[in-house]
């Protein structure tokens, strides 16, 4: 490849300014137009422009400027096949760039809320969100998701047509549902999250990083509803694992467990910012499952080195995050902490009672093989690996398993 | 439109001081009262159902409903409210507990 060719501005770039417009641009529209399924898919005709243009002939001065412009073109095409065409786009001209108004802030919530309305499924949540508010085309969402490109298009469109004909409303949660319809949103961000976090390994370049849009989304949710803890949790905790990003991954793109990473590699301000962040968090006196996660992250992060965490801290707040959240996930989870803090024998105990609920989950075979090894039983440590290894089908994880199997026993 | 979902068999083992239709029937009242109801009524148990369908153009009968299943329609009601939130609202208030509630949009023509 001649390496004068390369393409500038970067994809990373790109993408970042997209996001960035992409849910003002789409709010702002779909409450001029009062249609959120056109709104929608005009933006995303201007981000599947920008995403042609850009890279060619430069990002333009003002980006924002660009998309409304373009989006806007396609409203006139749009409309010009329909009638009260006049009508539509005087309001649209007159206007102007919508998002500089004022109460715009509003807005993007009424986007986001509706994105997640608990009327739509999970996965309509997700996809929905990562187009309206994030900006994704839906072959990056195809592609973050190893799924086909015409799957997730149907699932928009069936998603849309949803908030069409079921009159799902754009607008904020009445008051009293607001805690409720903030966790659904803050559900699909911590997915966002998840999704990411493993798939962002080396070894696809082209997969979007999800996570880096998870923690987006989760600030601005801190910046528009201020004074919610477990958004500010779930901010902080997404902060805390992205800290370690750059120590999770060797040279080869395999993965790295949280024993063997390099901390000096770790990101020391974000990890001290979110350490603030849910300090704050916390003082408001509303606990819940993504802050105790945040501080169940933050103990691992401010510990100096593996021998050094505070093994005692990290059981009493898994302790604290069953009572919130009582999932056997959680359970296996706060089983490694025992088996650290107490030993591999009593955690081993622990995991077994989890057989029948966690036997499709890789982590589970995972955990529990290397208890077994530090118990000295290596031919059961190797069975359970080689059911990890036959459940998982991400790359660098299957490296790590691999690797376990070929050591000696 | 509410689609009232229950089980016959069940809700036919409860007497009826156990399906509460006081409750019942404030609901209704109250959806009336706000001005919102537009009609309901509870129907007749599934094994009631005779079911017409057309086979090339000419209507048969079966005796039951158009679909065996454990749960079934066993009423409905019809509110006029401007958005999926308001008849959630309205759904969530529905006093008998064991039911299921569907919402589905009615089609205006």
Not at chain 1, 23 to 35: E, I, K, N, P, S
Not at chain 1, 142 to 150: G, H, I, Q, V
Request: aromatic share 6%; charged share 25%; hydrophobic share 45%.
């Amino acid at each position: 490849l001649n390496e004068a060719a390369a393409q500038p501005p970067a994809d990373a770039v790109l993408s970042g300014l997209v996001r960035d417009q992409a849910a003002r641009l789409t709010a702002a529209l779909v409450r001029l137009l009062g249609d959120f399924a056109l709104a929608e898919d005009l933006v995303q005709d201007a981000v599947v422009a920008a995403l042609q243009h850009w890279p060619r002939e430069g990002v333009p001065d003002d980006p924002a400027a660009w998309l409304l412009a373009t989006a806007r073109r396609r409203a006139v095409d749009h409309w010009r096949r329909r009638r009260r065409y006049e009508e539509k786009l005087a309001l649209l001209v007159r206007e102007g760039p919508p998002f500089e108004r004022a109460g715009d802030v509003d807005d993007r919530l009424r986007l986001i809320f509706t994105c997640c309305h608990p009327a739509l499924g999970r996965e309509a949540q997700l996809a929905l969100t990562l187009r309206a508010v994030i900006g994704l085309t839906t072959a990056e969402i195809a592609r973050a998701f190893l799924a086909t490109e015409p799957a997730i298009a149907q699932r928009i469109v069936r998603a849309k047509r949803k908030i069409v004909e079921a009159g799902i409303p754009y607008r904020m949660p009445a008051p009293d549902r607001l805690d409720e319809r903030l966790n659904e949103v803050l559900r699909v961000v911590y997915l966002m999250f998840n999704e990411g976090y493993l798939a962002s390994a080396g070894a696809e370049p082209d997969r979007r990083d999800l996570a880096g849009d998870a923690e987006w989304l989760a600030r601005l949710l801190v910046g528009l509803l201020p004074g919610q803890p477990e958004a500010m949790g779930l901010l902080a905790l997404v902060r805390l694992h992205r800290a370690r990003r750059d120590a999770r991954f060797d040279a080869g793109g395999g993965l790295v467990l949280l024993p063997a990473q390099d901390r000096s590699r770790w990101d020391r301000a974000a990890i001290a910012e979110s350490g603030r962040l849910l300090v704050a968090a916390m003082e408001l006196g509303q606990p819940g499952p993504y802050q105790v996660q945040a501080a169940i992250a933050a103990c691992h992060a401010e510990a100096p080195s593996w021998a050094e965490t505070d093994w005692r801290q990290i059981l009493l707040l898994y302790d604290a995050l069953l009572r919130l959240a009582p999932t056997d996930v959680v359970r296996l989870n706060r089983a490694v902490a025992l088996s650290h803090g107490i030993g591999p024998a009593p955690a081993l105990v622990e995991v077994e009672r989890l057989a029948p609920a966690l036997d499709g989950y890789h982590l589970f075979h995972a955990t529990r093989a290397e208890l077994l090894r530090r118990l000295g039983r290596g031919e059961e440590a190797r069975a359970a690996n080689a059911r990890a290894l036959a459940l998982t089908r991400n790359p660098a994880e299957r490296r790590l398993l691999a690797a376990r199997l070929e050591a000696p026993a | 439109m509410l689609l009232l979902v229950r089980s016959d068999a069940a809700w036919e083992a409860l007497t009826d001081e156990e399906r509460d239709y006081e409750a019942i029937g404030r609901w209704f009242q109250q959806l009336a009262e706000r001005g919102v109801l537009q009609g309901g009524a509870e129907l007749q148990g599934a094994r009631t159902a005779t079911t017409v369908s057309w086979d090339g153009g000419r209507p048969m009968l079966t005796d039951g409903p158009f679909m065996e299943a454990k749960e079934t329609i066993g009423g409905f009601g019809i509110v006029e409210v401007s958005d999926l939130d308001a008849a959630i609202e309205i759904a969530s208030t529905w006093p008998a507990r064991g039911h299921k509630v569907e919402i589905r949009p009615i089609v205006q023509h």
